[in-house]
């Protein structure tokens, strides 16, 4: 029995281009503490998403394990993956992933359809974390109608209402101004204390590490810093 | 949608025009031919009694003696499988010197279709009235009545006896045609009683036989010839190109209708991969936030049905339109066939439409299983 929350082992992920083989990601060893906040840090490329989505589970790794709560992700059956991306893990995008037919209260809604929450309750669940977030008078627009900064929130809203353990969130401020970037991380920051969750952020470096437990930087695939 | 509508459209204008037809064309195809008669030839050329002048005649089938059969024989033919209708008949010809002519008579039960089609019906009248039960009556066939300048009234002096002539027919070309027609029972007397020419318990010289459907008349007679090996058996064979021409109908609607239903199947499938594809990243974000497969693949059969039960809603609709168009405005395919819309078809389309529905639904459940939530997002199916 580990004590890490996750555990990324010999990790290596290939896939092909023009019929090349290239190498996303070579050798990733992580250990990551419970309840810790990550910094992935790396240019545009460097393999940030291509890991984020391995450890929730989005994709399988060409080699190597990871390891969620003493249990690898990548031998679950996909009815227990879906479990656990339901009850642990949230995942923020960094293109938002909003459904652009749904609207802002369907596409917080289906994030919580897997929990089986009650009907009645679901609505004021809905409305009051809009509301933490500025947005209850969007509740039945649709995304396209919104700015970019309040996508990234439902996004945010999105992932923070299933109450996961862990959250990937992948370049959260990369796409808004510095006042919505300061605004979404403090939404992060105070979940995390209120909730207690262990956060893996990727960003190519707008987000200031003192938020951070421990960085890693990443290049061309490889974990190029040991953590601080 | 489209899909689902059209194949409905398209397997509903088959069938009505093939029920149509079964109704029509194939309804008298499949009565065409199914009619022969049964009997058993000898050399003996005279009845029971030989010396007696008035039993001079013979009992015949098709212009050869034949012996007397009992009438259990007609429930043994009944019993046959495919046979739905068998009835005796009494063939007798006698020399009548008035008439100097051989003058065969006919006895036949009336109550029979085997009678109606090897014989004569009321429907052959084309003078007087057919026969009925009393002892003197007579119907002569048209060719018989005009030879000998018979007319509805006269009286027919023949086998030791007056007859009134009812009524005269024209039954055309039936393999027990006879030149003068009486019921069974009293041509039973005439022959027993006045003649002397039958001995009581044998009732008849051939059997009438009715076959169900054109298509096993050559099955039954298979049968008759194992279980009666001593029979003739006369058909005019007319059911064998009958038989063929259905069952190339048949094969022809059937091949339609798969074809048809191939097409709807290759359709929704693709259309629904299709739309899988397109909505493959919205399936990948719901896989992301947890949604199990089984809850995607019950979305997607959902899905699937509720577009097969619209399709072949529409579909029935139109069709129904079409058809009530076609027929108040009296058009007819190929100036003959109606096309006919049947109540009856409505649960086969529903069905056909749901079985493709959840066919279509399978492949792109498969790709749902073998694809993960991040390469679905990014599209890599």
New interface residues.
Partial sequence: MSDYKIECISLCMEYLSKNQRVNALEDINLHINKNDTILLKGRSGAGKSTLL?LM?????PTSGKVIIDNICINELP??RL??????K?G?I?QSF?L?PTYTVYENIE??I???GFKVSLVKEYIMSYLEKFNLKDKAYLLPTELSVGQQQKIAII?TLI?QPSIIFADEPTGSVDEETAGEILTHLVNFKKENGVTLVIATHGNISEEFADRIYTIENGRIKTEPL | MSGYALSTLFILLVLSVTLTNEKSSFGILKGTGTHFIIYIPTNTSCCVNCNNEDSKGSLVAEGVNTIMLTSDLIDSVKKIKGVRDAAPYLLYRLHESKYSADISLGGIDMNSIATTNNVCAKTNLVAGKFLSDKPDELVAEESFAMAHNLAVGDTLKAYGGRFLLAGIINSGIKPGKADVYAPIGNVRRILRDDLKCISPGFDMNIILVEVSDSRIQSQVISQLKDKMKYFTISSYNCYQPASEVMTIIEKGSTLLIVLIFIFLLIFTTKTQLTSLMERS??I????????????LCNQIILISLIQALIGVALGILTGLLIILLMNSNQIRLFNLVEFNFRIRVIPVLIALSLIGGLMAGILPIIKL?RT????M?NNYM
């Fill in positions: 989505n929730c589970g989005l994709i399988k996909d009815d879906s479990n656990l991306l339901s009850e893990i995942i995008f992933n459904l289906i994030a359809v897997p929990k999105r299933k | 990243r919205e990948g974000i719901l896989k992301s936030l947890g949604w199990s497969n089984t809850r299983y993960k939530a991040g390469d997002i």
